[in-house]
Structure formats: C-alpha cells, structure tokens
C-alpha cells in the first residue's frame, strides 16, 4: 500500500513569504502528525489532526497553522517566513493515536528560507 | 533537564560490533518508539514499546518502565546501519502528543 507522501520535496522561499505544505496519509490513518527538524532544535511536534480536529499543538508561534479535510489529507501553511524556518518538516499518519500506535512518517520537505 | 535523552550523543563502531543506544525519559509515557533516519531524511519506525523486549532481525530493544529507561541493541553491526537513532515517547497524559530524543549519529565502518 503507498505510503505517506509530501509534497513539494524541496521548496526554496523569500522572508515574508507564506508556505503551504501538503500531507497525504495512508490509506485509512486518520490522524496527520507535523514535525519541525533542524540541526540546532532536532525534532520537534508541531500539531496533530485527527478527523479534520486539531488535537494538539506544540510550543511554535501563530505563524504555523494546519487544517485537515475529511479524506484526512492535510496541509501546513507558514505565513510571514522567516530565516530561521528553514527546516526539514515531516508529517507522519497514524490510525489513531501516533504516541500509543506508532506512526508511518513521509520523507519530508526541506523547507529553505532566503 | 530535556524530558528525554540519549547517549551516547555520536558512536563509531567497526563492522560485526554489538552496539548499544540508551535513552531515559522523565515524563509518563503511553509508549516508547526507536526511530531510524537515513541522510536524506528519511524516517522509518523500528520498534514501538510499552514494556519487556521486542527483537526484528539484528534490532533488540528494550525498556524498563520502572526506571524510565530505554536501550536499543544492534548485534553484527553493519555499514547499512549508519543513521541517526532517535528515541521517541508518546505521552501519557497528552497521547497525541511525541516528545523526541536529540538522537544518536551511529557511524559504522567497514
């Protein structure tokens, strides 16, 4: 079965720019996880979507922001780039919960901020 | 104090060597994940744990709940298992969310 496919793969954006990034899980996953990952920071959560519901949020500005529609396919928008959002940004799908069933990560977005 | 941790932070090891990766945590967990990832990025799950000992080919992990300890285990290292391993903890009071480990770079020579 496909896996969990991100797109676009590489993005290359200005300051002040806006981003949106796309997530399509596996088939029958209802939860989309976001994750940030940079060389200083690691990984980090940034939300978690469950039948089109945020359910969780980590400790990122306003800027970041996500929705999910009801074919759990969910997307990512940054607004108001900045230098330091240059990142690797994962989505992984899980059927339920991902911290209690595991989870099926994409192969990410490098995100590159100028 | 990060809530989860690992060590060691960087390992080099020659081919055929046991190789082991720790990680503690101090929040309550729902589960505990080893994670593989390759340059590149890409991120694949390799265990997910609550208790005891789970084993898949040349991986052994293991978790001791009580001490809030994690280990994986690679036996007959080889040089396709170069990556970064990352520990991961699903908590227990918020089960939707991850909290990740800074991860271990693993460097296996021939």
């Known amino acids: 079965k496909a896996g969990v496919t991100q797109t676009p793969r590489y993005l290359i954006k200005t300051r002040g720019q806006q981003v949106t990034l796309s997530c399509s899980p596996i088939?029958?996953?209802?939860?989309v996880s976001w994750y940030q990952q940079t060389p200083g920071q690691g990984l980090q959560f940034l939300f978690e979507?469950?039948?089109?519901?945020?359910?969780n949020k980590g400790n990122f500005p306003g800027r970041f922001s996500g929705r999910q529609f009801s074919n759990s396919r969910s997307e990512m928008n940054v607004s108001t780039l900045e230098l330091g959002d240059s990142a690797l940004y994962l989505c992984?799908?899980?059927?339920?919960?991902?911290?209690?069933?595991?989870?099926?990560f994409g192969s990410g977005t490098r995100l590159t901020v100028v | 104090k990060n809530e989860v941790e690992q060590s060691p932070q960087n390992l080099t090891a020659q081919e055929g060597e046991f190789i082991t990766i720790n990680c503690s945590y101090s929040v309550g967990i729902s589960a505990l994940h080893w994670l593989q990832q390759h340059p590149g990025g890409g991120i694949v799950s390799l265990f997910m744990?609550?208790?005891g000992k789970k084993k898949h080919g040349r991986l052994i992990a293991t978790i001791n709940i009580q001490e809030k300890h994690s280990s994986l285990h690679i036996t007959a290292s080889h040089p396709r298992d170069s990556a970064v391993y990352i520990c991961a903890v699903g908590s227990e009071t918020s089960y939707d969310k991850v909290i990740f480990g800074p991860g271990t770079s693993l460097s296996v020579i021939p």
């Open positions: 744990l609550s208790s």
């Open positions: 992984a799908s899980s059927p339920r919960d991902p911290g209690s069933y595991g989870y099926t």
């Open positions: 088939s029958g996953h209802r939860s």
């Open positions: 979507y469950f039948s089109e519901t945020q359910r």
